[in-house]
C-alpha cells in the first residue's frame, strides 16, 4: 500500500474512529511537530477515537509522495472549516514525524477559486527534481529575498491561478501582495525557507516569517508547468509563544 494511502487511512480515521490505521505510526518514535499538540499524552487511536464522536469530517484533496515524505492537502470540518498541510515522514515502513499547518478555510477569492480547487494528480515524474530546484530557487530568490523584479522568472504571466483567499489571479496581483507594507514593513515577510517537497509538477515549500507583524508558518504548494509555477495554494498559520507549546520539538 501507498504511503500516502496509507496517511490518507490514517487522517480519515480521525473521522471514523477506526483504530487500525493507526498501526502506521511508530508510537514509540513519533516526534510531533505541531506546538499546540502534547507528545505521548494519549495514543493515536484512543485520540481519534475520542475525536470521531464530535463528528467531524476529513478528506484529503491531494497527496503526495517524496522518498520517506508524504505531504497532503486537507480539508477537515470540526467544529469550524479548516484546511491544512500535513507532512509525515516514514522510517522503516512507519510514520515516525509529523508536521502540519493549518488555518481556518475563506473564501472563494476575487477571482472565484476556493483553497483547495484544481488538479489534483501529480504528472511530469520525471521533472520532480528539476521543479523542486525551481520552487527553491523561487522562495530564496523573490520571498525570501524581495527581488520581486525577478517574479517572471519564476511565475507565468500568462497562466497563473491563485488560491490564496485573499488574492485574484495573474502576476500583478502576486507582486502587488507581496510589495504590500504596513508602517513600513512587509505585510507578508518571509525569513527562512526550511524545507522542499516534490512529486511531479507540484511542490511544497515550508517557510517561516512574519504576517502582519506576526510570527508564521507558510506553507506554499505550487504547480509548474513549462518551467514555471502556473498555480498556488497555501495556509499560513501564527506560531504561538514558546511558552505556549505543549511539546518540545519546534514547528519545523
Known amino acids: 500500500m501507498a504511503k500516502k494511502d496509507q496517511i490518507r487511512d490514517l487522517l480519515k480515521s480521525i473521522e471514523t474512529g477506526d483504530p487500525g490505521p493507526v498501526a502506521?505510526?511508530?508510537?514509540?518514535?513519533?516526534?510531533?511537530?505541531?506546538?499546540?499538540?502534547?507528545?505521548?499524552?494519549?495514543?493515536l487511536a484512543v485520540l481519534f477515537a475520542r475525536l470521531a464522536k464530535t463528528e467531524p469530517r476529513?478528506?484529503?484533496?491531494?497527496?503526495?509522495?517524496?522518498?520517506?515524505?508524504?505531504?497532503?492537502?486537507?480539508?477537515?470540518?470540526?467544529s469550524s472549516r479548516k484546511i491544512c498541510f500535513e507532512v509525515f515522514r516514514f522510517e522503516d515502513g512507519l510514520a515516525v514525524e509529523h508536521w502540519d499547518n493549518i488555518q481556518e478555510r475563506l473564501g472563494p477569492n476575487p477571482a472565484g477559486h476556493s483553497m483547495v480547487d484544481g488538479p489534483t494528480e501529480a504528472t511530469d515524474l520525471d521533472l520532480t527534481e528539476q521543479n523542486r530546484a525551481l520552487v527553491r530557487s523561487f522562495v530564496e530568490t523573490v520571498l525570501v529575498d524581495g527581488q520581486f523584479d525577478r517574479l517572471t522568472d519564476f511565475v507565468s504571466e500568462e497562466t497563473y491561478?491563485?488560491?490564496?483567499p485573499h488574492m485574484g489571479d495573474g502576476v500583478a496581483n502576486l507582486r502587488s501582495a507581496?510589495?504590500?507594507?504596513?508602517?513600513?514593513?512587509?505585510?507578508?515577510?518571509?525569513?527562512?525557507?526550511?524545507?522542499?517537497?516534490?512529486?511531479?509538477?507540484?511542490?511544497?515549500?515550508?517557510?517561516?516569517?512574519?504576517?502582519a507583524g506576526v510570527h508564521s508558518s507558510f506553507y506554499d504548494l505550487f504547480r509548474i508547468a513549462g518551467g514555471k509555477v502556473v498555480e498556488h495554494w497555501d495556509t499560513t498559520e501564527k506560531i504561538a509563544p514558546r511558552s505556549e507549546w505543549k511539546n518540545d520539538n519546534g514547528k519545523f
Open 24 to 43: 502506521v505510526v511508530n508510537e514509540a518514535k513519533y516526534i510531533q511537530h505541531n506546538p499546540q499538540t502534547h507528545e505521548g499524552s494519549e495514543g
Open 58 to 78: 476529513v478528506n484529503m484533496v491531494r497527496g503526495f509522495e517524496d522518498g520517506d515524505f508524504v505531504f497532503a492537502h486537507m480539508e477537515y470540518d470540526f
Open 161 to 164: 491561478t491563485e488560491h490564496n
Open 178 to 211: 507581496l510589495e504590500a507594507q504596513d508602517n513600513g514593513r512587509r505585510r507578508v515577510d518571509y525569513h527562512r525557507l526550511h524545507r522542499v517537497l516534490a512529486e511531479g509538477d507540484f511542490v511544497l515549500s515550508v517557510s517561516e516569517g512574519e504576517h
